[in-house]
């Protein structure tokens, strides 16, 4: 069985910083695609970063410059540096990845964590 732990989120106000991890544990073979999303109150899941393999990223619009995904591939393990939170970051974060654990590629969702950025 796979799962992913979020942890690192809290209450900040706001322009402060905080760090998330993810860890995937479980029968893993490979991990591909590794990210974040968010859900705020009454608003669709999105996606707030993402990391292949090899490093590429991609981020939202919203976050650029301010979020930095970077990922542990010996500890199976991604990261989320946040800087300069403002209260629109507020929302759940959630750890996503693809992973090779038996046979054949599936996506695993963590439970996530709150962050809440204070004005």
């Known amino acids: 069985q796979v799962q992913l732990v979020e942890s690192g989120g809290g209450l900040v106000q706001a322009g402060g910083s905080l760090r998330l991890s993810c860890v995937a544990s479980g029968r893993i073979f490979s991990i591909n695609n590794m990210g974040w999303y968010r859900q705020a109150p009454g608003k669709q899941r999105e996606l707030v970063a993402r990391?292949?393999?090899?490093?590429?990223?991609n981020y939202a619009d919203s976050v650029k410059g301010r979020f930095t995904i970077s990922r542990d591939n010996a500890k199976n393990t991604v990261y989320l540096q946040m800087n300069s939170l403002k209260p629109e970051d507020t929302a759940v974060y959630y750890c996503n990845a693809d992973i090779w654990d038996v046979s054949t590629w599936s996506n695993y969702w963590g439970q996530g964590t709150q962050v809440t950025v204070s004005s």
């Open positions: 990391i292949v393999s090899g490093g590429s990223t």
